[in-house]
């Protein structure tokens, strides 16, 4: 139903009828579908004459219950942003902006709409989830909270980034297992970096972790480290050899394919070296 304004002056409520969970006030060109709640707060009965500024009053109560309705659902289900619930309203049929405003309005002075507890949860939550404050900081931008609210002193203390979580670090590192020291160097800054933590930070916390790695686990990733090129290395060597391209391409294209995988230029000379001397391809 959308809201318009009529040619009439007043207009005669013809019949008052209860329909499931409405009350429809027919007229002699409209209805109007009422909730129980809105019936009573006001007197409507057959014969009874409505002014258009009354008929426009009722239609536009319709819209705003409708639309509190839907916000207070959406609001029940999770928290939301003023913009989002704004964003949520706008699909409300009927509803204009004026009234969307005037709903968000309400659900602030109840309580249920606070943008800044909102950041702030919602920072401490991505906190401690391992998240970076330029990541957070871009969500919550991203969800409408306004520019006041993310330079306010208690939000930035939660968006400063003086650590990075060692459990994250770690748990980076135990998804790296088989791979080179380098290659595991490249997964870390890639993953934090994309968490939203700054290149200075990643780097110091990074080479930090790496230099605290045990006796054992070093030489433990040195054995894994020299298993791993000598497969690489027989794997590229013999797909290289099985092509068409001369000898010097091959040898280029050999270091371009295992210095991507991490290793260095004097590991990829030996495992090329140790190929070339074996003289056949492996199985």
Known sequence: MSMKKRSAESFEILSVEKKERKVVLSFSTFALSLTPSLFASGYYYPGKVLTAQEVEGLEEEIHLEQGRKRMEGALLRGRKTASQVVQLLSKV???????????????????LIDDRRYATEFALERKERGYGGRSIAAALRKKGIPPAILHEEDITKILEDTKIPSHLVERIHRSCKGETIEAEKKKMFRSLLLRGYPLSLVEREVESFLSRLDSRERESESLRRKELLRKKGRKCYNQLMRTAMESQKRKERFFRRLSAEGFRYDEILSSWQENQNEGEEHD
């Open 93 to 111: 049929p009927g509803l204009t902006p004026a009234q969307q405003e005037r709903l968000v309005e309400e659900g602030k002075r109840e309580g």
